[in-house]
């Protein structure tokens, strides 16, 4: 396995990673029922891309993304701190939106950087991309 496709793959397993666990935390302070359940699916979708990704790491023999444990402190607490008077749905799928947003910027900056990806490793950075375009949609009804 090449350099880029590790460095894609690992990505895209950090931006997963991050991903679910927004939606861990987000999920105690939602009350709408349809927005409960889009979450869980999106976890659900986000821990099989995250899921493809390890496999092929391993695949490789390449040592997979372990997360910094003070970065999802600083996540966690920002959720808990950006919630702490406004819990309001339309609030959540604002940030719902700017972290999704967040991460198909990372994902189409790593693309861009990795170009020797090769496509199998590409299609799994793209599909997560456009998992979150589709999210983006998804939460607009909310706000």
């Known amino acids: ?7 894609v ?9 991050m991903a679910m666990q927004v939606i861990d935390t987000i999920n105690d302070k939602v009350y709408d029922d349809d927005l409960a359940v889009q ?6 979708k986000y821990s099989e891309i995250h899921n493809r990704a390890l496999d092929k ?3 490789g023999k390449v040592e997979p993304y372990h997360p910094n444990h003070f970065n999802r402190m ?3 607490g920002g959720i808990h701190a950006n919630t702490l008077l406004d ?3 339309s609030h959540l799928a604002e940030l719902l939106i700017q972290g999704s947003g967040r991460g198909i910027t ?3 900056k790593t693309i861009n950087h990795h170009q020797k990806a090769d496509s199998a490793t ?3 950075a793209r599909e997560l991309i456009a998992f979150e375009e589709k999210n983006i949609e998804r939460y607009k009804k909310y706000l």
């Open 1 to 7: 396995m090449n350099r880029d496709d590790t460095e």
């Open 9 to 17: 793959l690992k990505d895209i397993q950090r931006n997963t990673e």
């Open 39 to 44: 979450l869980s699916k999106q976890s659900l």
């Open 57 to 59: 790491i391993l695949e």
């Open 74 to 76: 600083m996540l966690v």
């Open 87 to 89: 819990t309001s749905t």
């Open 106 to 108: 990372d994902m189409c």
């Open 122 to 124: 590409l299609e799994i």
